[in-house]
C-alpha cells in the first residue's frame, strides 16, 4: 500500500510526531490507528487547488479493509491449527506411541498417559517423559484383554415355513 509523505505544519493531534508514536509500538507493522491518523493528516494538509483524488483514497481504504480481513482470517486460523493439535493430542492419551529418544537416534515406544498445554505445542506424557506433540513418529492403538474383540456368533438357523 502506498501512502504519500505528509508532514504536519499544524503541528496537531494528528502530526507526523503521532504517526510516527503509532508505529513505535511495533516497527514495521502499520495498524489501523496509525492509517486513520495518516489519511488524516493527509487530509487536512492537502492543498485546496489540487485536492486527494477520490479514486487514491477508496483504493487505499480497499486495501486497508483487505488487509485487516487477512489479519482476521490468519488470527482464526492459528486459532483453529491449535484447537486442532489439544484435540489430537487428547486423542493419543491410552494409546502406544513413538518418538526419538533424546539421543537423537534411538525409538523410544511407551503408553501416553497425559497430555500437557502448557507451551505453544502440546506435550503429551510418554511414560512419565514430556513429549513434544510434533516429535511423536507413530501411534499404535493399544488393545486391553477386555476390550478385545469378541467372536462373532454364527448366525441362527432361519425355520423352516409350510407353504
Partial sequence: MSIETVTAASGGIYSAAAVEASAAKDPGKLDKQAFLELLIAQLSNQDPSSP???DSLMN???QMASMEALTELSTTQRESFALQMRANAIGLVGQQVSYVG???????TGTAGGVSFAGPVP?????????SLDAVSAVTARLASSQAPAPT???????????
Avoid: K, N
Fill in 52 to 54: 486527494m483524488d477520490s
Fill in 153 to 163: 456368533p454364527a448366525p441362527a438357523a432361519a425355520p423352516a415355513t409350510a407353504v
Fill in 123 to 131: 506435550t503429551v506424557v510418554v511414560d512419565g517423559t514430556e513429549v
Fill in 102 to 108: 533424546a539421543d537423537g537416534v534411538t525409538a523410544v
Fill in 60 to 62: 487505499q481504504t480497499t
